[in-house]
């Protein structure tokens, strides 16, 4: 601030010492607190600068026996601000100047998240299988996420999705309607519609869900779907697949089995549950005293899905329906990653994957 030409009433030398002195302190401490610059123009600006205020000031009210004793003072008080511009870094060592002896600043590379890390995994397990990777939108019509997929209008089993609708769709026909895509499944719709069996596809990515997020639950998560379509395939296949899936990613000493469930895309249908890889199956909290811990949903793929498919395909121009069920077959599967990468690294809230705290993501790097 250059605000500071307070009118001196007294010009005797101890006045004069005085004030000097102050005006001292001042240059040191802005040395510490301005870069060279700054300093240079706060104190020599030949316009405003605080030296040119000070002494117009001082000198012009000054009884002449006062102006030698203050024009020394002032000298002195620029040779001493010219001293320190002079010294390399004795001004603004504590903002910009540069400390070469100072150790630099390291950065640590950039390492794969915790959880595209497992989906990662999981991928790869089943391209050394064979299978290749598909995606799909976020953003998907009622027909993808459930027409197609054998969940009709209405049908109960879309409750159990906790569908998170786009608004002002009700103009639409239902089928073209948006939402965001609750499961991966859609993508097998896509990715038959647009090519002929033989099928064997992994489809990581987002889902979302209208769920109050807890420890185990999140609007957004993540899910890897599987799908093998072609001759000859059977539930077998299916329990083969899956079983080595699950010893890839847990250890070999981990067991599956098959338990019966219900997914309007599949028949019949599966849940998988793996022997506990905390009590190797003796029972403990983790697993309930089950001695399972149940991973995935699985089956085979509905007849009234690859109708759907010829459907659409038909529409395109198909005459003869690849997606035959007297001759195709297929099974189909879908995990959820979070509960798996949990599972890897016993992980007990959801949370730290989307919390971004470096405590917690450095641990996996
Ligand atoms: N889409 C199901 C869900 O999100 C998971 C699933 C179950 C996918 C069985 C499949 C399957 O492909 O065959 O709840």
Redesign the pocket.
Known sequence: MNDAAIPLENFDDATLDLVFTGLASEVASDTTSMDAEAFRLHWLGRKQGRLKLISDAWLKSAPPEARKPLGVRFNQLKQHIEAALDTPAAVGSKTNGIDITLPGTVRAPGVPHPLLKTMQEIVDVFHNLGYSTSTGPQVETDFYNFEALNFPPNHPARDTQDTLVIANQQGRPARERLLMR??T?PV?IRTMIAQAPPIRIVIPGKVHRNDAADATHSPIFH?V?GLCVDTNITFSDLKGTLDHAMKALFGSSVKTRFFPSF?P??EP?ADVQISCIFCAGKGCRKCKHSGWIELL???MVDPAVFAAVTEQRALAGEITPAYDPSRISGF???MGVERIAMIQHGISDIGHFYSGDMRFLEQFA
């Open positions: 609750t499961h499944s097998q899910q779907e997914f895309f599949t249908s949903g699985c089956g189909a599967f879908g």
